[in-house]
């Protein structure tokens, strides 16, 4: 099924209410065994060129900050072990916030202090809090 869902994906995430139904899916009990990889699909459908992916429409956005939400609640432990999905998650969340999205610094603290909670295994640079940046980078 992974590699179906991967084909699809590369095929009809540029669609805001694909993405939308792609997240509910993940963020389901049935998902939940692909949301790592579907946190890759999502980026790389994000960092596509000419993506045109509104957060605003289709519910696309809230099916995406529910999606992070569920991985806070349940996945914490595999993203600290995983770091492309990690990486992409907290791309997403960025972009959620570039985008405008009132909830998504929160969301953003949110994962920050989840992924760094153990034994510093994420540490923001100085410089990077300084300057405001929110990029995060491993030991």
Known sequence: MRGKLATWAKAHLKRADNLAGLCHF????????????????????????NAA??????????????????ILQNDVAAMR???????????????LASAGRPDALTIQDR???????Q?????LTTAAVRSGHRSCRPE
């Open 81 to 95: 072990k995983r770091v492309d999905a990690r990486t992409a998650l907290l791309d997403i969340a960025a972009a």
């Open 119 to 123: 034994q510093g295994v994420w540490s």
């Open 111 to 117: 994962l920050r202090a989840a992924l760094m909670s």
């Open 53 to 70: 992916i509104g957060f605003h429409r289709n519910g696309s956005g809230d099916a995406l900050v529910d999606l992070i939400l569920t």
């Open 26 to 49: 993940l963020a389901s009990p049935f998902g939940a065994p692909l949301r790592s990889d579907g946190l890759l699909w999502i980026k790389a459908a994000l960092e596509a060129p």
